[in-house]
């Protein structure tokens, strides 16, 4: 089992920034990639960020060039800076990682971003 634990969340103006983290623990070993998804109201959830089990990193077209994905193994913590944020950005984020058969999902962290 692996748990997640996100934080950081909150409301911004656009243009500001924020920093969100994910925690993790429990059988972290198993963990094959971590991502960032996010999910607006009434729409799907959508990946944002992501590393893939070689250590490269993925973006969402959206998001490139404003968040940075990043980690500590060390803290076993995942982090996504997001920079220059957006009115469209507001959504709660979801830190998930795959595992060797199935699927974490941490309980999500809304982020706000007002005009």
């Known amino acids: 089992q692996v748990q997640l634990v996100e934080s950081g969340g909150g409301l911004v103006q656009a243009g500001g920034s924020l920093r969100l983290s994910c925690a993790a623990s429990?059988?972290?070993?198993?963990?094959?990639?971590m991502g960032w998804f996010r999910q607006a109201p009434g729409k799907q959830r959508e990946l944002v960020a992501a590393f893939t089990s070689g250590g490269a990193t993925n973006y969402a077209d959206s998001v490139k060039g404003r968040f940075t994905i990043s980690r500590d193994i060390a803290k076993k913590t995942m982090y996504l800076q997001m920079n220059s944020l957006k009115p469209e950005d507001t959504a709660v984020y979801y830190c998930?990682?795959?595992?060797?058969?199935?699927?974490?999902w941490g309980q999500g962290t809304q982020v706000t971003v007002s005009s």
């Open positions: 429990g059988s972290i070993v198993s963990i094959d990639a």
């Open positions: 998930v990682a795959v595992g060797m058969d199935r699927d974490y």
